[in-house]
């Protein structure tokens, strides 16, 4: 079975800084485009910035120049590290792999930063 997990999330004010960490259970996941997607309550869920296989990244435009999307293939993991947060970050922040055309989920680490 195959095991995305997530940590990293809390409680952080205004203009404070987070990272996200994402461990996948198998080491084939150094062959997967890993990702990071976010999810407000009763919203859908969506895409925060994504890294290839082979390492090329890509975000969505309000998360340019505050969040950075890494990974360590040696460690099976994958980080987000969110800077200047707003209270609009707000959000369940779940990990997502795409090995072979099979999509995996964590269980999202919660990122809270109040207004």
């Known amino acids: 079975q195959v095991r995305l997990v997530e940590s990293g999330g809390g409680l952080v004010q205004s203009g404070g800084s987070l990272r996200l960490f994402c461990v996948a259970s198998e080491t084939t996941f150094r062959i997967a485009d890993m990702g990071w997607y976010r999810q407000a309550s009763g919203k859908q869920r969506a895409l925060a910035a994504v890294?290839?296989?082979?390492?090329?990244?890509n975000y969505v435009d309000s998360e340019k120049g505050r969040f950075t999307i890494s990974r360590d293939n040696l460690k099976n993991t994958i980080y987000l590290q969110m800077n200047s947060l707003k209270p609009e970050d707000t959000d369940v922040y779940y990990c997502n792999g795409n090995r072979n055309g099979i999509v995996y989920w964590g269980e999202g680490t919660l990122v809270t930063v109040p207004s």
């Open positions: 890294i290839s296989k082979g390492g090329n990244k």
